[in-house]
């Protein structure tokens, strides 16, 4: 079979691998056999590569060295090349984060390939699915010219164990003095609430311009608590100062794809619905019956959110 190479994106300061990298370790077996790329800071594979392992992975290529952590992408894109023309994989999959698109563009050009960027689904010929035009247009591509690279949209596929031999294989790191021309200066660390990440979450609940305000979107954190739910907040919200722009659902904010997705308050203009349609279960609550949201929910409820919500909030907390 042939062999995939799968970049590992890892939480920062040892905190293991990131849910996305699950999903392509997943997404990549329908095209060949994964493996692994662990390029980071000396030190950093050995408290990942069991989780890689159990996913799918037969062999976890390491690249270690200190040069990782002090430069931005340029060097991870280097690393990866260089592996790409060593080992002449099937394909190439990343993660789709920001860092991961970049990573995937650089290695694009370093290898001559084609990438499709977002992909939703791979199929077993090579064929990607994406998503285009807010939601509205499904795209099926192939990649025609050298190694297919995909970034994998988050959430877009269930992580599924499947025991691989994870055999550790070390990778030499060279990197040119071109890719350590954006050196990193400082790290700071993000202060995270006990709240799942947005991307992440398997359920997420967001509010919208019907909140009407940023104190009254403590009726929305107490219904995402009850549940053990993610935070978002459409786009209106998020301009109106109601919510972080941290925090955005939609075409220009993050995308999700939880298997319940609540949206609160929320019209859903098409822009919010690109960012959250392909979640699993949609309920809706918005006192507008005519709201273009309630074309997508699976369920919906009409009523005022202030008397909806405190309600579901305190049945849920009830019956835990």
Known sequence: MAEVLVLAELNPAGGGVRKTTLEALTAARAIGEPSAVVIAAPGTAAGVKDALAEYGAATVYVAEAPEIDEFLVAPKAEVLAQLVQEKSP????????????????????????????????????????????????????????????????????????????????????????????????????????????????????????????????????????????????????????????SFQVGQTGKTVSPQLYVAVGISGAIQHRAGMQTSKTIVAINKDPEAPIFELADFGVIGDLNTVVPQATEQITARK
């Open 90 to 245: 099937a394909a190439v999959v990343i993660p789709s984060s920001p860092e991961g698109k970049e990573v995937a563009a650089r290695l694009a050009i370093k290898i001559g390939s084609g990438f499709l960027t977002d992909v939703t689904e791979i199929a077993a010929d090579g064929t990607a699915t994406q998503v285009a035009f807010a939601g509205q247009v499904i795209v099926h591509s192939k990649v025609t010219a050298g190694t297919p690279i995909y970034t994998l949209r988050g959430n877009s596929v269930t992580p599924e164990p499947a025991a691989g031999a994870g055999a550790e294989q070390a990778v030499s790191v060279s990197v040119s003095d071109a890719a350590k021309l954006a050196k990193v200066t400082d790290r700071v660390v993000e202060q995270k609430s006990s709240r799942p990440e947005l991307t992440e979450a398997s359920i997420v609940v967001s509010g919208g311009r019907g909140v009407a305000s940023a104190e009254n979107f403590s009726i929305i954190e107490g219904l995402a608590d009850s549940l053990g739910a993610a935070v978002g907040a459409s786009r209106a919200a998020v301009d109106s100062g109601f919510y972080p722009h």
